[in-house]
């Protein structure tokens, strides 16, 4: 239980931290720049892709789910509030349709959009190396939102597959918030590296004219030809992907 | 690959006829106290669930439900806690080499009850109101309008684009494309599929755009309904009763704690 205590203080601090951002981004009218005509009619079309193409992952058996590429489409080129929005309002639409037990994860999907948006705001959104960082940093935030809400709603362990590498964790006898911790992060990177990746693809085949229309479709310039950045931002990811793998996952869940 | 596009069972019922916000603030005077007062509340509040159940007159298709998405998730997720959870020291029986203990399922019995509370809510709320009405309401009461407009036009598209799918899989299946061999072939197979699902929708955006624009999408002048829901006084006695259940009940939380 003390567990359970300590992770709802820390939902409410973010809860706050939220609020907070949401009233600076409504007064500076950041907000409302992201949200055009163009911006809410790609919203639905947006959400029907995400939901339509988890369903042909589903027809080919794939170990992904890749059901947030519409969210992360609408991030990087309307902008995070978009996304965040895109995101909400997919998992609500879920529940309508398919399975109440989609509502409480709305929070997860929002930040999905919300991280590409921003991701794609300080330019992480033009190559496919910084895609892949893009999605790497995607995967954490749904990482660090997502299992808080496990915990507290789901008990931890849910009716999905990854519950058994929760459960095997328990067993060697790893605390529930260092399982679920482990169990999201090695199951996350890999779909939102991917979602990322398909996204981007997409981007690609649009035209400039086309992606113009919508409130940030300069975040979606793709740079090409530039070969000696690209490596060295490789190299960085590598480094740090191995740097996070050895010393922070342990340090996280040893407790 | 099919979705029904929504729960909603068109029936004469005194559920049916209540305004949508009092359903959906009987989801949340469900759902808020099952979380949050004590934990002895969890479990009893299955009682105004199937009560509201039976008011609804649509004890079928809950029960269908349940048997379909609710029981299968819950008792999965009841023996997997049970099991699985490290707490507790009254052993009550050992299974291969772990321990269930009296502990672990009392706390895995609590978060199945909190699901199939916060499930079951949405489900009553779903299936005995329309989402159009729903959304009409709320409008109506100060939402965005746009809000509404991305909920009705996702359930509109989604069944369009859902025939799209089909029939891109069937296209690109009859061409030859590897649905279902090897690892390798089945991720290469997700381009072909989602690239001509992705950008045919796309495309139509542009034009869906200037048609709303040309409507009045953006005015922000007061917009007239369609459709009328009506608001009772029964409505907001049994919305204030429902407030003050939460309130009694957080207040238990405090008080017994």
């Given at each position: 239980m003390e567990v359970i205590t300590q992770n709802a203080v820390y939902f409410v601090v973010v809860l706050a931290l939220m609020a907070l951002l949401f009233v600076w981004a409504y007064l500076t009218g950041r907000m409302q720049k992201e949200f055009s005509t163009m911006t809410w009619v790609l919203i639905p079309v947006a959400i029907a892709i995400n939901l339509t193409i988890g369903q042909i992952v589903l027809v080919l058996k794939l170990p992904v789910y890749l059901d947030s590429i519409g969210t992360v489409l609408v991030g990087v080129i309307c902008g995070p509030w978009a996304g965040a929005l895109t995101g909400a309002l997919a998992n609500i639409i879920a529940g309508i349709i398919l399975d109440p037990g989609w509502f409480p994860w709305f929070p997860v999907a929002a930040v999905i959009g919300a991280t590409a948006g921003v991701m794609a705001n300080i330019g992480y959104f033009k190559t496919w190396w910084k895609v892949v960082v893009t999605g790497f940093v995607i995967a954490i935030m749904a990482t660090i939102v997502g299992t808080p809400i496990s915990i507290i709603i789901f008990g931890g362990i849910s009716a999905s597959g990854s519950s058994l590498i929760t459960a095997f964790l328990l067993e060697t006898g790893r605390s529930l918030l260092a399982a679920v911790l482990t169990t999201n992060f090695i199951a996350e990177p890999l779909d939102k590296i991917a979602t990322s990746l398909l996204a981007f693809a997409i981007i690609d085949g649009l035209s400039t004219r086309y992606l113009s229309r919508f409130p940030r479709g300069e975040n979606a310039a793709v740079e090409k030809g530039q070969k000696q950045t690209e490596l060295i931002i490789a190299l960085v990811v590598v480094v740090l992907l191995i740097l996070f793998g050895v010393y922070i996952l342990p340090g996280i869940t040893g407790g | 690959m099919s979705l029904d596009r929504s729960f909603f069972v068109p029936l004469e019922s005194p559920l049916h006829r209540l305004n949508p916000l009092t359903k959906l603030t009987f989801a949340f005077a469900m759902i808020i106290p099952a979380f949050?007062?004590?934990?002895?509340l969890a479990p009893a509040l299955v009682i105004p669930i199937f009560i509201a159940v039976f008011a609804g007159k649509v004890q079928k298709q809950y029960l269908n439900l349940s048997l379909k998405l609710i029981l299968p998730a819950i008792l999965f997720m009841f023996v997997m806690q049970s099991v699985f959870?490290?707490?507790?020291?009254?052993?009550?029986?050992?299974?291969g080499r772990f321990d269930v203990t009296q502990e672990a399922m009392q706390t895995a019995f609590l978060t199945i009850s909190r699901i199939f509370v916060m499930v079951s809510s949405f489900a009553i709320l779903l299936l005995t109101t329309h989402p159009g009405e729903l959304m009409s309401d709320l409008t109506r009461r100060g939402l965005p309008p746009q809000f509404a407009y991305v909920i009705n036009s996702t359930l509109q598209i989604l069944p369009q684009m859902q025939a799209k799918a089909q029939t891109i899989l069937s296209a690109q299946r009859s061409r030859g494309l590897d649905t279902e061999s090897t690892f390798l072939k089945r991720v290469g197979a997700v381009v072909p599929l989602v690239g001509p699902l992705v950008f045919g929708s796309l495309v139509e955006v542009e034009e869906r755009a200037i048609a709303i624009e040309a409507r009045g999408f953006t005015s922000t002048r007061p917009k007239t309904f369609l459709r009328d829901v009506p608001d009772t006084r029964t409505d907001k006695i049994i919305r204030w009763l429902l407030l003050v259940f939460v309130i009694l009940s957080l207040g238990g939380r405090i008080w017994l704690s």
């Open positions: - | 949050l007062s004590v934990p002895r959870l490290p707490i507790g020291e009254t052993v009550i029986f050992q299974l």
